[in-house]
């Protein structure tokens, strides 16, 4: 029983984790957000649907429906976010909060 309500804590605040980036970006600017994504290298297209993601998514955690489905997307977020960006800054400084927001959002995924 504890351990369930740990994991409600657990998706619940990674779920608003999410979300508030998503609003960030919408605060940011999407214009701002895009030009970010190019300069990445990455397609305009997919910084909205990484908005729509962590938006959808993180109310998805939050609210506990479709949280397994969500999750999958958040976790590929987090993926691409670390190879495509912080991976080259090492451990630390780098990709470790995306790396246990990974795992998280799998551990989310794979709950029964």
């Not at 214009?31 to 909205?48: E, H, R």
């Amino acid at each position: 029983m504890a351990y369930e309500k740990a994991f409600v804590l657990l998706r619940i605040g990674t779920g608003i984790l999410f979300f508030i980036h998503g609003i960030a970006k919408l605060q940011k600017g999407m214009d701002n957000v895009v030009m970010t994504f190019g300069d990445l290298s990455l397609p305009g297209w997919l910084a909205y649907l990484v908005l729509i993601v962590e938006l959808i998514g993180g109310l998805a955690l939050i609210i506990g429906v479709g949280a397994r489905y969500a999750a999958w997307g958040l976790a590929a977020i987090m993926a691409g976010a670390i190879v495509t960006v912080k991976w080259a800054k090492g451990f630390v400084g780098g990709y470790e909060m995306d790396l246990i927001l990974l795992l998280v959002t799998i551990c989310v995924g794979l709950k029964r």
